[in-house]
């Protein structure tokens, strides 16, 4: 599709996933469990949410159906990120574990890491931790734990450091890049934020594709090297309890119902929610709001959330996601679920939705400063009919994305354009042509012609043209009076060939999950952990809150890796 071309190094992460599990079908957006009672969900100390119809009754298991039954000490249901690098661990610190995954194969690729103050971070660039804490806390409008968002900054250097002297220690001429786009001068969106170095890539060379490393594959390899396996098609049912304490999880497998006993604990590493339309409508309707495009994990169906809620555990009280404003549709296509397919529109990112040109609603009225968050412009459009924008811009386009560099994975799009870039000299006709030709990306001789194409009509039409001429004259006078968007982020639209494309929201992940402490156990609606039951990844909470914090490139990464290596350190006594 074109509506997949020129993605960022996170959009293949969606993409790729999305691809490779294409085959699972509906079924892997459809939830299996019954919804006909309704059983109190999590919170703390609060009502939860308004309707818990998604979670349904804990499904029962016959012991007799149970066709084997293993033991262990740790648990990891999930092999994602988070539960990869808890594998990683546990084989490296020589502990008793099995780790389990519903899908067939190492799952799609995963990159960039945000760690803190390791040995990588370039002299100078060195961060300040109580500075970037309440960076967190202020993106999540202080609604996270600040004590859970320590061990990321804490403890992420260790966890980056261990990866380059342990698993990956054999890859052939590997370095490690650590890099914050546009020198992290703070500017975008009004206002200034803070944009440390701690994004970690870790390359390698690679003739024959991507020379970054795989962390889903790298440390799969890494695991089986030490004796171990992934046992994979292995689907989270249940987890078990003996009295108040987690000991184990029954999982669907091909060959029947299997048991696995731990003695430790079981850490579930599952994943969020995003494939799960009930949870979504129900938990997070600015999802529903706001998103055309599928960009995540098939698998993330929120069974290990749904799970930890049945054994005793909470949930965070408002839900949080990660939608980048990249969702490319045909004109006339609203955000949402499709109620046929149960599914986004489309599939995938292109990346230059994320461009501060000028957006407009189907009213043809301009909706925010378009220079701020990702997913702050999605929020902006649910406001507005269909949950979509058109991005306006003209012939000049590769010349504006050069002066807004952008930061964080949409700096993708001003470098491809700069000098030695793959698109450096092309014209927008040349670099879209794809997008162009599936009427995609809107080309037209006038404004009034691009009017039409786009969709305007009537009193939409007039109040269009009168918005492009006033975002005209804002970028003559020099300053953005009527949303404060930053003077070098304007553009003029007179030069043709003029250009338009409707966007939505790109959802990635779902971010809100099972709360937790400091050491990644699971906390009931009291606020104290149920025993046997930690939680990691997106399928945990406790660290945002209605947002993700895009501009600290690779933080969920960073914190999925650091909490998957310490909750196996926790559980094996090897924290200081």
């Not at 409508?281 to 599928?294: F, G, L, N």
């Not at 779902?510 to 009291?526: E, W």
Request: hydrophobic share 40%; glycine share 12%; net charge negative.
């Amino acid at each position: 599709m074109a509506n997949q071309m020129n993605i960022s190094r996170r959009g293949f992460i969606g993409v790729a996933g999305a691809a490779g599990l294409g085959a699972l079908g509906l079924a892997a957006c459809s939830p299996q469990d019954s919804t006909e009672e309704e059983t109190p969900s999590g919170g703390t100390n609060t009502e939860g949410p308004a309707t818990t119809d998604w979670l349904g009754v804990e499904p029962d298991v016959a012991e007799a159906d149970v066709v084997e039954t293993l033991n262990t000490g740790i648990l990891i249901v999930g092999a994602g990120a988070a539960g990869i690098v808890a594998g990683a661990t546990a084989a490296d610190l020589g502990e008793d574990f099995i780790i389990v995954d519903k899908y067939t194969e190492p799952t799609a690729p995963h990159f960039d890491i945000g760690a803190i103050n390791s040995r990588f971070t370039p002299p100078g660039q060195e961060i300040d931790k109580g500075r970037l804490l309440n960076e967190l806390n202020r993106y999540a409008s202080f609604k996270n734990d600040a004590d859970v968002c320590r061990v990321w900054i804490d403890e992420s250097a260790e966890m980056v450091e261990w990866l380059a002297d342990g698993p990956y220690a054999s890859i052939p001429e590997m370095t490690v890049n650590v890099a914050v786009e546009n020198g992290g001068d703070g500017r975008a969106g009004g206002t200034l934020y803070y944009m440390p170095a701690e994004c970690h890539t870790f390359v390698a060379p690679n003739p024959d594709g991507m020379p970054i490393v795989n962390h889903s594959t790298a440390l799969t390899d890494f695991i089986v090297s030490k004796g171990h396996e992934v046992l994979y098609g292995h689907d989270l049912i249940k987890l078990i309890k003996e009295g108040d304490k987690v000991t184990g999880a029954y999982l669907q497998t091909e060959g029947g119902i299997k048991r696995i006993n731990a003695s430790k604990g079981v850490v579930v590493a599952t994943g969020g929610y995003a494939a799960n339309p009930d949870i979504l409508a129900a938990r997070d309707p600015m999802v529903v709001a706001c998103v055309t495009s599928t960009n995540f994990n098939m698998l993330n169906t929120g069974q290990g959330i749904k799970a930890g809620l049945w054994a005793g555990g909470s949930m965070d009280v408002e839900p949080a996601h990660m939608i980048f404003d990249r969702g490319l549709v045909l004109p006339g296509v609203d955000a949402g679920i499709d109620p046929n397919t149960k599914m986004f529109r489309t599939g995938g990112q292109t990346n230059f939705g994320s461009q501060p040109f000028l957006k407009v609603s189907r009213l043809g009225r301009r909706i925010a400063n378009e220079s701020c968050n990702y997913d702050a412009i999605c929020h902006a459009a649910s406001r507005h009919p269909g949950g979509v924008w058109c991005t306006i811009f003209d012939a000049n386009m590769p010349d504006d994305v050069l002066r807004f560099q952008t930061q964080g994975c949409s700096a993708g799009t001003w470098t491809q354009f700069a000098p030695g870039g793959r698109s450096e000299g092309l014209s927008v006709a040349e670099v879209y042509a794809n997008q162009i030709e599936e009427g995609l990306l809107i080309e037209a001789a006038t404004l009034d012609e691009l009017a039409d194409k786009l969709g305007f009509s009537g009193d939409a039409k007039t109040t269009f043209l009168a918005t492009v001429e006033r975002y005209n004259e804002l970028y003559d006078l020099g300053q953005d009076v009527d949303q404060g968007k930053e003077a070098y982020r304007l553009s003029a639209v007179r030069q043709a060939p003029f250009y338009g494309a409707w966007f939505g929201g790109s959802l990635l992940n779902t971010l809100d999950g099972l709360r937790i402490d400091k050491n990644m156990q699971v906390l009931s609606p009291d606020d104290t952990p149920v025993p046997g039951l930690y939680a990691i990844g997106t399928a945990s909470g406790s660290f945002y809150s209605g947002n993700y914090p895009v501009y600290l490139v690779g933080d969920c990464m960073g914190r999925n890796m650091t909490f998957g290596r310490h909750v196996v350190r926790h559980l094996a006594g090897d924290l200081p």
